[in-house]
Every structure is written in structure tokens, then in C-alpha cells.
């Protein structure tokens, strides 16, 4: 298996564009996370998903930030409007039930 | 929910000294306890776990205790090595939950 897929691995926008990342998981496996990382605030979680079923959002930073998981190979997180602060490293992991496989990373920056 | 709480924040040693990061957890019906070690750019990956019916464990240099009484657990690595140098993070994971919950890191450096 090729690991969880991220697209795209860097992406630079302005402030107010919407920004979409795209994760691929690995096949079978029934959870799907979503994580903000910045030297300011650690690792964050901010959703994640059991059988493409979103389960705990309480992460979500605001409004602006939207996931989905139209099936199980498939998710995406949107930030509109973009914002300078949401510059950071996005990553998705997937897992079987115990263990988190984490892919490379988005790296997104808001100017 | 649960709270996962992770010292030191940061830890240098020297090459070949032993390196302890400790965590404790807060509810009670945790029964995963995985380490994750992300490399300066890189993903976190993870080195070792462990599970409530067991104490410690081992793999080579790194190692793990658990003391479910206290809830707290610990990671060991022996005879540290400069490449072992990196961001450690526990979590703890409860048996009917679908996340874990991470600890805020560890930043540990190893001086040659």
C-alpha cells in the first residue's frame, strides 16, 4: 500500500481564496483524521470520520472550515474564506482502530 | 473527555545517555497508549504503543511502561543516538473511543 495520500503537498494562496486539501486513505481502514499543525498550538484535531460518517467536529476552528468524506477512499477539507492564520501544516491519517497512519502533509500558507 | 499531559516539553541529552518523556491520562477506560515520533518536516510515525493488560514492553532501544493504578505511562530510549532526535508525542485512546488524544510533545535532542 502507498500510505495515506495528501494533495497537494504545498500550497500557497491569498487571504479570502478557498483552499481545498484532499486526502487519500488507506483502503480499509475506518477512520479518517484531520489535523492542524503549528508551533504555536501543537497538533490539533479537528474532525474525524468512522465509515466516512463525521463524527466528532468539536475541532473545527470556525465556520469556514469544512470537511467531507463522500466515500472510503475519498476526503477533503475546505477552508473559504482563507485566512493568514490558518497558514499551517495540514495532515489526514487514517487507522484501522488503534494505531494512526499519518500522510506527508499540506503545507498551506495564507499570505 | 480525556486529557493527556506530557513532560518535559523539551529534553538534550547526551549521545548514549537515556532519555524518559512521561505522560499521564486522565479517564480511566483508556486502553491504548500509542508513541508517535515526528522527524523535523516531516509526518509523525508511530515507534511503539501499548496496551492496558500489559505493563511494558519493549522494542530494541525504546521501551514503554504503563501503570494503569497511577494512570500515567512512560517512553525509554537507551544508548540515544543523534537521529533520535525528534518531537515525541504520547496519546491515550479509550476502548469505545474513535481518537486518541495526544499529549502537547516532547522535543528531544541528542548532542553528539
Known amino acids: 500500500d502507498a500510505g495515506v495520500i495528501q494533495s497537494p503537498r504545498h500550497e500557497v494562496t491569498e487571504m479570502g481564496q478557498e483552499v481545498t486539501l484532499r486526502c487519500k486513505p488507506i483502503s480499509g481502514h475506518d477512520y479518517l483524521f484531520w489535523y492542524r499543525q503549528t508551533m504555536m498550538r501543537g497538533l490539533e484535531l479537528l474532525i474525524y470520520f468512522n465509515n466516512n460518517v463525521p463524527i466528532d467536529d468539536s475541532g473545527m476552528p470556525e465556520d469556514r472550515f469544512s470537511a467531507k468524506m463522500p466515500n472510503a477512499s475519498f476526503s477533503t477539507l475546505k477552508i473559504q474564506p482563507s485566512e493568514p492564520r490558518d497558514s499551517a501544516v495540514y495532515f489526514c491519517a487514517s487507522s484501522p482502530g488503534n494505531e494512526q497512519y499519518f500522510g506527508p502533509g499540506t503545507r498551506l500558507t495564507v499570505t | 473527555g480525556e486529557n493527556v499531559e506530557q513532560h518535559p516539553s523539551t529534553l538534550s541529552v547526551q549521545e548514549g545517555d537515556s532519555a524518559v518523556i512521561k505522560c499521564t491520562y486522565s479517564?480511566?477506560?483508556?486502553?491504548?497508549f500509542p508513541w508517535y515520533k515526528q522527524e523535523l518536516g516531516k509526518r509523525p510515525q508511530l515507534i511503539i504503543d501499548i496496551r492496558s493488560n500489559v505493563g511494558e514492553k519493549k522494542d530494541q532501544r525504546i521501551a514503554v511502561t504503563l501503570n494503569k493504578t497511577a494512570k500515567h505511562f512512560s517512553l525509554h530510549i537507551t544508548e540515544t543516538q543523534p537521529e533520535d532526535s525528534a518531537v515525541y508525542f504520547c496519546?491515550?485512546?479509550?476502548?469505545?473511543?474513535?481518537?486518541?488524544?495526544f499529549g502537547d510533545g516532547t522535543t528531544l535532542t541528542v548532542k553528539p
Open positions: 479517564d480511566s477506560a483508556s486502553n491504548y
Open positions: 496519546a491515550a485512546r479509550g476502548a469505545n473511543a474513535g481518537k486518541s488524544t
